[in-house]
Nanobody, 120 residues
Framework: QVQLVESGGGLVQAGGSLRLSCTAS????????MGWYRQAPGKQRELVAA???????NYADSVKGRFTISRDNAENTVYLEMNSLKPEDTAVYYC??????????????WGKGTLVTVSS
């Protein structure tokens, strides 16, 4: 019923920038909570940035001041703007959206991930 498609990952040099996108499609009534997570090789998945329906945001300490989460309600798209990238930001990035469907079912949906590689 819902598909999430992520894009924007790639290879970038340290100090560079990338913008990740996560677009949801399907029988969507509303997107409430949203978040970006990442998983580096050999490490557990961790929360990078989150935003509630009310607009409150939360960032991992390691990305504060460098990453920004935002949304385009009309396009059902969530963004992660990443600046001043560091090699330690290298990971597969996943979006997770809490979505209310048109039948009022509410659930969490994950994207398949997009790889970000930051070279030193």
């Amino acid at each position: 019923q819902v598909q999430l498609v992520e894009s924007g990952g790639g290879l970038v040099q340290a100090g560079g920038s990338l913008r990740l996108s996560c677009t949801a499609s399907g029988s969507i009534f509303s997107i409430t909570r949203m978040g970006w997570y990442r998983q580096a090789p050999g490490k557990q998945r961790e929360l990078v940035a989150a935003k509630t329906g009310g607009g409150s945001t939360n960032y991992a300490d390691s990305v504060k001041g460098r990453f920004t989460i935002s949304r385009d309600n009309a396009e059902n798209t969530v963004y992660l703007e990443m600046n001043s990238l560091k090699p330690e930001d290298t990971a597969v990035y996943y979006c997770k959206l809490e979505i209310i469907l048109r039948n009022y079912y509410t659930g969490d949906y994950w994207g398949k991930g997009t790889l970000v590689t930051v070279s030193s």
